[in-house]
């Protein structure tokens, strides 16, 4: 006989997972796009994401609920890198939540880096670091 659960969902693997030790980048970000806009930087200056990080963010990124900073291209996409032991082969790759719960055991940690990429332009900037448990 199977278990129904009553009165709630059950859980997603993404919500079995931990968030620590966050490291926003929103200030250097927005610093990068304040010289951007007074002309310290140059567009190839932050537009230079390699085609790597472009082809990874199409596979496997999110759309952003905003436009991109700089060209204001509606396809920006978050992507998030995963890094750490456990994760073995896979550290250094990118992935969605749920494929970093499905790639940890309970108790293990990695490290992940958001990043979002514009397809259009190739903006691309680090917004958050931060450690994730699964539970
Ligand atoms: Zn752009």
Redesign the pocket.
Known sequence: MGVTPIGGKAPTLASMLQYSDEINYLCLRNKTLAQFRAGLLRREDV?DAEFLLQASAHHHGRPATY???????E??RIVTWVYGEALGRASGSARTPEEVAGLLQVGQQCSIHEVEV??????NQLLKARTITKL
């Not at 436009?67 to 291209?73: D, E, M």
């Not at 514009?118 to 903006?123: E, G």
């Open positions: 537009c436009a991109c900073p700089i060209c204001g291209s396809d920006l514009c397809p259009n332009c190739r903006w």
